[in-house]
């Protein structure tokens, strides 16, 4: 009661609808310590304990946030968040998105007022890099080339061999690394220009890295054997470098072998849109050797003649910004990833943030494992100091500090989570399959699948599609992208990364390219040699693809006798189980009357005086309820559990 003289702890706490306790928690933060309920407070101090209760607590969250942030900003476990989301007729599983209606009821409930980050904060995808100096600091920059054709038409060798042919030796030993990308330098009209050279030869790497917004490629050279001709990856690397509209210089390769045939090579490519000169185009077609050496200097000629065309340029002044060439996480140095430095410099302790990586330059090595202290444009350098290994391709930028290259990173983490969520990435696990679908965001589980012989091939296919046949009426399908024999190769990955697939090995294994490519895109090789294994796996996968059913078990239920409350506020309902049992921990609904009050959790059990698990009908035992002092004798408590039913 409130007197002149201000009002007992007991009785604000009752105005207040809380337990003498947790008022007793409040005044502490405030700074006022209590004998016990009946200590007097003065009306001052009670003034100040009723503005702080009664001023609703603030929660911040972007939009599209999952139940699991959501619960987070509003401190309270998930689990809790997604019953009550039940008891609001809503089933969402942690990871699904909340819309922001439901997310501020849930907020409402746990007396929060909720404030829904616009889309506008969340930053934009990067945009493809493009950087400007100052005015006047533009200066020529060397070109960046990528070599691309037919499978062993000599890409790797004529990468190896101009590399080899072109290191000043003696400078620096001789010795090279490998980093994803290395550069020559060439005398062109008595200058010495430099090109830089993209490691990882193929369409494939060059349209993963466009696909993530790197147009890293100046010019593409590509290669066709002289002996054999246009061949279908010749086909695709011709379709890669025009959509990308980077111009292509040919080098007729292998032209020390006797049956090199460069000029059905030069009509073959007529067809393609590719006109050479002699035909009266304007493309540049090369007669090379990557095992004599022949045409290669006419080769490089040929690149910096195209480069001078382009007019390429950059500015070395300012914050750098570039790409990803490669990036692993190597033991004892942490993650080691090649950047090619686009525009501006990059430096020793500059704050980088790369895709969803951020961190500090800590050390530049080039591909002649010199240490740099800054890296100009078209430099490729090995850069330590990120906290993770970013994707090739992934944008790469200096930033202010540490702090904002921590925020920038995890808001491009936050949205690929997002994206996932909505079903926009592409790849996949079967395990992230499992989940999304769970999640109804996918429907189909693309699969591909090679095998050992045809006749095993046939009988994966046809047990898989028998899956589907089995279900007819399920919502996830499977479904078969290829199917072929033999070992599970780089371009099956890629399929696979196009078409957001898992790969499945039946005594068939990937080879070492496709190996490297699968951990590089994050596809999902399963392999087997038991075809009842993998039906099976397939099959727990689409069980776990199709919705979960939640289901009410009714446990039992109790009456309230009595209401007890300690010496430290703690409200304690002395009941009897009339039916069934209760479980410590198990979901609780007080009903007065008939009607529903209030479903929380039964915090603790008691018989007598020691803890138990559970309670069985016929037994008094004393019980708290989770969030919930408010009992009374004749209260009926219904205990149950929600148990997620597994379809068959
Ligand atoms: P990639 O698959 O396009 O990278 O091709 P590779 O560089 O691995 O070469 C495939 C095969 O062709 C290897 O056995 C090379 O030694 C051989 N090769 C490459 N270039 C030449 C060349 O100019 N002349 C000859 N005779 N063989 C070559």
């Given at each position: 009661m409130a007197t002149a003289k201000g009002i007992r702890v007991a009785d604000l706490a009752n105005e207040l609808k809380m337990t003498p306790a947790e008022l007793a928690v409040t005044l502490n933060d405030l700074g006022v310590n209590i004998d016990g309920p009946a200590t007097m407070l003065d009306e001052e101090t009670a003034r100040t304990v009723r503005e702080v209760l009664t001023q609703p607590k603030i929660a911040e969250i972007s939009a599209g946030s999952t139940v699991r942030e959501v619960a987070e900003a509003l401190s309270m476990p998930v689990n809790t968040a997604v019953k009550k989301l039940m008891e609001f007729g809503q089933l969402i599983a942690p990871n699904q998105r909340l819309d922001a209606r439901m997310a501020e009821k849930l907020a409402a409930a746990c007396g929060y007022v909720l404030r829904v980050k616009t889309?506008?904060?969340?930053?934009p995808k990067p945009a493809p890099v493009a950087h400007r100096g100052p005015a006047g600091t533009m200066q020529p920059r060397p070109p960046v080339v990528t070599i691309m054709g037919?499978?062993?038409?000599?890409k790797t060798s004529l990468l190896d061999i101009i590399r080899k042919a072109n290191?000043?030796?003696?400078?620096?030993?001789?010795i090279t690394q490998h980093i994803g990308a290395y550069q020559v330098e060439v005398e062109h009209e008595a200058q010495k220009k430099r090109i830089t050279f993209l490691?990882?030869?193929?369409?494939e790497a060059f349209t993963e890295m466009r696909a993530r917004g790197?147009?890293?490629?100046?010019?593409v050279v590509l290669v066709v054997a002289a002996d054999d001709g246009i061949m279908p990856q010749t086909i695709e690397a011709i379709h890669h470098a025009q959509a990308a509209k980077v111009p292509i210089v040919v080098a007729i390769n292998?032209?020390?072998?006797?049956?090199?045939r460069p000029d059905r090579i030069k009509q073959q490519l007529t067809e393609h849109n590719l006109v050479v000169e002699e035909y009266g185009g304007e493309v540049i077609a090369v007669p090379v050797s990557?095992?004599?050496?022949?045409g290669i200097p006419e080769l490089l000629e040929y690149i910096l003649l195209v480069a001078e065309v382009q007019q390429l340029q950059a500015s070395p002044s300012g914050h750098a910004i570039g790409a990803i060439v490669e990036a692993s996480v190597e033991p004892g140095r942490g993650a080691v990833a090649t950047v090619l430095v686009q525009g501006g410099t990059l430096r020793i302790g500059d704050c980088i943030v790369a895709g969803p990586a951020y961190g500090k330059v800590r050390a530049m090595t080039n591909d002649r494992g010199e240490k740099l202290q800054k890296a100009p444009p078209s430099t490729p350098v090995e850069v330590l100091g990120l906290n993770a290994a970013p994707a090739a391709g992934d944008t790469v930028e200096v930033v202010k500090n540490e702090k904002e290259a921590r925020q920038t990173a995890e808001r491009r983490m936050s949205r690929a989570r997002t994206e996932r969520l909505g079903g926009q990435t592409r790849r996949l696990t079967l395990d992230d399959l499992s989940r999304q679908a769970l999640e109804g965001i996918v429907k189909e589980l693309n699969i591909i699948v090679k095998g050992d012989v045809q006749g095993s091939v046939e009988a994966v296919v046809g047990q898989l599609n028998k899956l589907n046949e089995n279900r007819p009426d399920e919502e996830v399908r499977v479904s078969v992208k290829l199917s072929g024999v033999g070992s599970i190769s780089e371009s099956d990955i890629s399929l696979a990364v196009a078409t957001g697939s898992i790969v499945i090995g039946f005594n068939s294994r990937p080879d070492p390219s496709a190996q490297r490519a699968a951990e590089r895109d994050g596809i999902d090789v399963r392999t087997y040699n038991i075809i009842y294994d993998l039906t099976e796996d397939i099959e727990r996968a689409m069980k776990g693809l199709l919705a979960p059913v939640f289901e009410e078990a009714a446990l039992g239920a109790a009456r309230v006798l009595q209401r007890f409350q300690t010496s430290r506020g703690v409200v304690i309902a002395g009941c009897t189980v009339t039916d069934g049992k209760l479980v410590r921990g198990a979901e609780v609904r007080i009903l007065r009357n008939k009607q529903l009050l209030y479903t929380s959790r039964i915090d603790s059990l008691k018989r007598v005086k020691d803890d138990v698990r559970e309670v069985a009908q016929g037994f008094e035992c004393g019980l708290t309820i989770e969030n919930w002092s408010d009992v009374q004798p004749d209260d009926v408590l219904e205990c149950f559990e929600m148990k997620q039913v597994e379809r068959v």
């Open positions: 889309e506008a904060r969340i930053e037919h499978v062993d038409h000599g290191v000043a030796e003696g400078e620096f030993g001789g490691d990882t030869p193929g369409h790197a147009s890293v490629t100046d010019i292998k032209m020390d072998k006797p049956d090199a990557a095992k004599s050496g022949e």
